[in-house]
């Protein structure tokens, strides 16, 4: 099989079961069902009601995060040509979480425009993180690589601090909601995050498909994507912004899911190559349908209780991420 053939054949594949998996999510677990409800889109109903306001948007928001956060990390590991580059690497997800925290120590409970107050605080607190990072390589003068990555560490390990000092001097409740909501969920009720989070996604996907060939230029190196006429202080601004969005408005609403962004870009590349053109594609499908897969066994598991997702990729990622990391496929994968 010649490789664009076997491209082809993975993301058809991967495309197949995201399919599967999207359409099987809402319905495991349900006991006693009345399909007839279901499938007339009734509402009124338990079983219509638990269906088609809670399951439905709940997977979509899954598939879409976890798509989300695969390719902002396929982004930044070409960008910065750094395998345990995140999409959390520049600091954005620290943000979000401070403007959580802010939120519950401040003891508030609104919503906006169909948001809730801490997702609305959360995204806030990501775009903070984002105008410091960007800031800092401004008066720096170069938007080096370099320079992003310390800002990002720099801007990540202060808010962190703050989160700990609110952690500090709130009361038990508070406290605890704050590291609830620092474990990650996707507890979603209705559309709402569903149509919040649907535009972030796709405009951000389309910016980086625009971008694919200049993502393959980063990977070799600025001196040779500059040769090839890529304009690369401007490209990563674009990116840097593009991403740290998407992973602000992921994180606003699931909070901070960790390994998904990291994992998923690796994985793709071993079974697609390094051609962003089939690159992009499956690492969308892949991390959706992986989030996807997490999350529906997050709340199955040991139901009626749920556990958080991000606990579950956690101990899916950390020794999965061992394993590629000593087998010589992945080791093979980013000696180029």
Known sequence: MTGYRRQVYVLCTLLFLAVLILLWAPFWGLRDIDLTSILNLNTEGRDGLIFWKIRVPRTIVAFLAGSALACCGMVFQAMFRNPLATPFTLGVSSGASLGAAIYVWLGFSFGFLGMSGISLFAFVGALTAILIVWGITQ??????????LLA??????????????????????????ILRWLMGGLEVLGYDSVFGLFPVVLSGVLV????????????????????????????RAI???????????????????????????????LLTGWNHRYLLPASFLFGGTFLTLCDTFARTFIAP??????????LL?????????????FAKSFNR
């Open 139 to 148: 008066l720096r003068g170069s938007f080096s690589t370099t320079t992003m």
């Open 152 to 177: 990002g560490v720099a801007v990540s390990f202060f808010f962190s601090s703050l989160i700990l000092f609110l952690q500090y001097l709130s009361d038990f409740a508070q406290s605890f909601r």
């Open 208 to 235: 980086l498909t625009i971008l694919r060939h200049e993502l393959d230029l980063l990977t070799t190196g600025e001196d040779l994507a500059t040769s090839r006429g890529v304009d690369v202080r401007k490209v």
């Open 239 to 269: 990116l840097f912004l593009v991403t740290s969005i998407m992973v602000g408005g992921v994180v606003s609403v699931c909070g901070p899911i960790g390994f998904v962004g990291m994992m998923a870009p690796h994985i793709c590349r």
């Open 305 to 314: 209780v749920e556990i958080p997702v991000g606990i579950i990729t956690a």
């Open 317 to 329: 990622g950390g020794p999965f991420f061992i394993w590629l990391l000593l087998s010589s496929p």
